[in-house]
C-alpha cells in the first residue's frame, strides 16, 4: 500500500487530535520551576484561545497520512517586536512521535509559508521552548534562526 500525505485545514472535527498532542507539547517544555499540572493548563488553555474564531488571520493545518491525522499546524498574524511590522507565527507545531522524521512537519512549515507569503509577509516568526532541542534543530533545517532569547530566573 503507497502511503498518501495530506495537508489540509482543520475542522471542528480535528479538535479531539489537537488535544490529544496537549500533553505531548506540554512535555517537552521541560520547565523545573513550574508544576506538570501548570505546563498542562497552560497548553490546554493555548489551544482553546487557537481554536476560537477571530478576525486575526490565522490557518490551522492538519497533516495525515492516509487519511488519518499524525500531525497539526497553527499559525497566525503577529506583530514583529523589532521591525513593528505585521508578519506570520507558528505557536504550534507538533506531530505525533510515531511519524516524526517522515517529512510532516516539513511540509506543514513549508505550507504556512504560502499562507504567509499569499498575506503578503516578509517574515515568519517561532518560539521553541529552550530544553526542546530536537525542535531548535528541526526549526534551524527549515531555515529559522535565533533573533532574541527569551530567559527567565527561579527567584526560589
Known amino acids: ?5 495530506n495537508i489540509r485545514k482543520a ?3 480535528d479538535r479531539a487530535f489537537i488535544f490529544e498532542l496537549s500533553p505531548r507539547l506540554a512535555e517537552v517544555a521541560q520547565l ?3 508544576t506538570d499540572e501548570v505546563i498542562q493548563k497552560m497548553q490546554d488553555d493555548y489551544i482553546t484561545a487557537m481554536l476560537v474564531k477571530s478576525a486575526v488571520p490565522q490557518i490551522t493545518l492538519i497533516a495525515e497520512i492516509n487519511a488519518k491525522p499524525y500531525g497539526f499546524i497553527h499559525a497566525r498574524s503577529h506583530t514583529d517586536s523589532i521591525s513593528g511590522e505585521v508578519c506570520g507565527t507558528i505557536p504550534l507545531l507538533a506531530v ?7 517529512g510532516l512537519g516539513k511540509l506543514l512549515i513549508e505550507s504556512v509559508e504560502v499562507w504567509a507569503k499569499e498575506l503578503g509577509y516578509r517574515l515568519l516568526h517561532l518560539e521553541v521552548f529552550a530544553k526542546n532541542n530536537k525542535a531548535y534543530s528541526f526549526y534551524q533545517q527549515q531555515g529559522f534562526t535565533a533573533e532574541t532569547v527569551h530567559m527567565i530566573k527561579n527567584l526560589n
Open 11 to 13: 475542522t471542528d472535527i
Open 32 to 34: 523545573a520551576w513550574h
Open 1 to 5: 500500500m503507497k502511503t498518501q500525505i
Open 96 to 102: 505525533l512521535p510515531k511519524a516524526q522524521g517522515q
